[in-house]
């Protein structure tokens, strides 16, 4: 080949798209942690910011959540996906007008989202909370990026593939399918709906995407990052690019079977339970393998690392990816999970993930990227180490208090006297005994969003001090110039299949759907994995109505509803959970966290006025309690309007009502209310039984009865 | 039918088998055909993303001459 047959092209990369997904990066990030400390701050002043519906634990914590990935990350992983794909293919963005659907249509699902989840609109699934109309519009807005990602990668002037596109491509399809699959739900009206899955079913797929979701959305993009930025800022190349293989397919094909380590010692079949800690444990080698290769990239370089703040946020953030990882299979062991689940230890485990890992391995990205697209400087190299130490410090005040509380809590809770009693008995007084770790947390949560703030005023000043290049020039070899596949030697197939990023797309995607479907299949389809119990019976038409205001509240996200089989559970709550128990759970409400007490029989345990007392002022029945106080349910109404359709949208999903019932159900449902409220009347709390309360107070007392009633039947 | 094949299937514990054997053959031939890999091709990638930089398109040209 000579120079002659090479056809020099000149293009542009497109960096403002670049900036503009850096610059909602970091603004719904600030949001996101303030957000994150206003509700730790709740979790020790439970009435800081007062008695308003919008502003409750269970309506912000979803928002902190979803604020943090979707927002932070999300864009955090535009921004270095818009920027590295660019350059790696050798080409701008296919199509601006899909790059600018991509970035409106991603910022106009944030402020739904920010406006829904606080009012209460949630599906009642941890981190798929958004409503049926904004998962349509987050599929749209998916297909739109994948569509210019992958459009991109076909029209590069490149003939190879590098590493970091396999990690976008991966996160594409198997967002997709997570997303979809998961969000299956039937509406009600315009913002509610039921997950067309009950129970068992429904927790497997909520975990195999809740899992997945930190696999695909959380770990192979920001992989991808860090494959290109570490060498890019250390000068480097990779170093090892056959280790990077092994671990890309490795890390995906083994990521897809772990989501049951999420469900271990609940309803779910054991052997289900067994391949999720299985393919948990052997994660712990293609996601070190990462590690090792994004830090040994820095060898003979270290020396750059105190002097380059990218290097910095680099070395902590894939540090502490190094740290969860190996946390995260430890905590897939059955024996170590029956210590940590439920507990603040997870609490940890994510935020050094989030802060350190997303976070870290973003701003080391933004920090790389501004200076260059702004032909400048980083404004200040000394307010950088700021933000560095700030974030570091952030980070360890608050894991290390999360991670003593999550296990000093959790010993409370299995510790028996040498009678055989719960030394513990009152769940209360192990949340009184971890508080101070609850305000240490405040503080490593606002060291942290300092640190935050002064980022995005350096990166800020940076933009200020130099000027956006919006297209910046570029010459490469013209397509057609490069012979794809360059001679005999290269037509392995790998080597065609990378150079096809259709097909390889298509690979990626078996990757995942072959784990996907060995591990549903069988709940889905074999009717022994779900044992029926006759005596579980569908809930009444005001249990239904009482059920979605525990769900619009999220309850869930400090009571669990799954009781493991372990004594020192059933002393404390009952019968553990069955897996028939929630075959008329849409969704299912299992919680992944206890800072309550487990509810699931929670049902006859106090009489009707407690409940009405306790949610009014939790302080009152439970002094020292961290529990907000739900006083609008003692104002507001029962939405008695749509009872009629949600007795006919979940027949439809398969919970046997009766043909006809929806015509009697409000009768029914009016009926029972006026009972309960006689009963708190006579106990001297007078309440209209329309009041939202009532609703409330039928669902909790359901809760196991069914159970607890055959078994006072069969004595 | 198929359906009917898997409700009146016993054994349950033929998942967790077939997701072993599928783990193995998969990470083998990966592992296989990784350590197959040449060298050339390997350091080529492993430099990828050096390549942007300024000069970055006399690199290119200089890595098309000798492939």
Known sequence: MNNESLRIEKFEYDNKIVRNFGVAMMGWGLIGFLVGIIIASKLYFPSFLGN????????????????????????????????????????????????????????????????????????????????????????????????????????????????????????????????IVNSMELPVSFLKSYSMYAGVQDALVQWWY?????????????????????????????????????????????????????????????????????????????????????????????????????????????????????????????????????????????????????????????????????????WSKKLANWHFWFATLGILFYAIPMYWAGIAQSLMWKEFTPDGALRYPNFLETVLQILPMYLIRIFGGTLYFVGGVLGVYNLYRTARSGSLMANEAAEAPSRDSIPLIANEHDKTWHRMLESKPFKFTAFALLAILVGTIVEFMPTFLVKENIPTIAEVKPYTPLEVQGRDIYIREGCYTCH????????????????????????????????????????????????????????????????????????????????????????????????????????????????????????????????????????LIAYLQRLGRDIKLSKTASN | MYKNVLETMHDVHIYPIISLILFLVVFTAMLVWALRKDKGYLDEMAAKPLEDSEGDTQHSVHSLHHS
């Open chain 1, 52 to 179: 308003i519906s919008f502003l409750s634990y269970g309506r912000l914590r979803p928002l902190h959540t979803n604020a943090v990935i979707f927002a932070f990350a999300g864009n955090a992983i535009f921004a270095g996906v818009y920027y590295s794909l660019q350059r790696l293919c050798k080409a701008r963005m296919w199509s601006d007008l899909f790059s600018k659907i991509h970035f409106w249509g991603w910022q106009t699902i944030i402020v739904t989202a920010a406006l829904t989840l606080p009012l209460g609109f949630t599906t009642g699934k941890e981190y798929a909370e958004l409503e049926w109309p904004i998962d349509i519009l987050i599929a749209l807005i998916w297909v739109v990026f994948g569509v210019n990602m992958l459009m991109t990668i076909y029209k590069r002037r490149e003939r190879h593939i590098y590493v970091a596109i396999w990690f976008y491509i991966s996160t594409f399809v198997t967002v997709a399918v997570l997303h």
């Open chain 1, 560 to 695: 669990s509803q799954m009781i493991r089989p372990f004594r020192s559970e059933t002393e404390r709550y009952g019968d553990y959970s069955k897996a028939g128990e929630f075959v008329y759970d849409h969704p299912f409400q299992w919680g992944s966290k206890r800072t309550g007490p487990d509810l699931q029989r929670e049902g006859g345990k106090y009489p009707n006025s407690w409940h009405f007392l306790h949610m009014n002022d939790p302080r009152k029945t439970s002094p020292g309690s961290i529990m907000p106080a739900y006083t609008w349910l003692y104002d507001d109404n029962t939405d008695w309007a749509n009872t009629e359709g949600k007795i006919i949208t979940l027949r439809k999903l398969g919970v046997p009502y009766p043909d006809g019932f929806e015509g009697s159900a409000l009768d029914s449902a009016k009926a029972q209310a006026n009972t309960i409220a006689a009963d708190l009347s006579k106990s001297g709390n007078a309440i209209s039984s329309d009041k939202e309360i009532v609703a």
């Open chain 1, 210 to 378: 809740g899992h997945n979701a930190v696999a695909f959305f959380l770990t192979t993009p920001f992989l991808g990052i860090m494959y290109y930025f570490i060498p890019k800022a250390a000068e480097r190349p990779v170093y090892s690019y056959r280790l990077s293989i092994v671990h890309f397919w490795a890390l995906i094909f083994l990521y897809i079977w772990a989501g049951p380590h999420h469900l271990l010692y609940t309803a779910l079949p054991d052997w289900a339970q067994s391949l999720g800690t299985v393919f948990s444990f052997m994660l712990i080698a293609p996601s070190w393998g990462g590690m090792v290769n994004g830090l040994l990239t820095l060898r003979g370089a270290w020396d750059k690392v105190r002097e380059s703040p990218v290097l910095k946020f680099m070395v902590v953030g894939v540090t502490a990816y190094g740290m969860s990882t190996f946390e995260g299979p430890m905590m897939s062991l059955k024996n170590i999970n029956a210590l940590t689940h439920y507990t603040d230890y997870v609490i940890g485990h994510v935020h050094l993930g989030a802060l350190a890992w997303n976070g870290g391995v973003g701003f080391a990205m933004l920090y790389y990227v501004f200076p260059k697209m702004y032909r400048t400087e980083i």
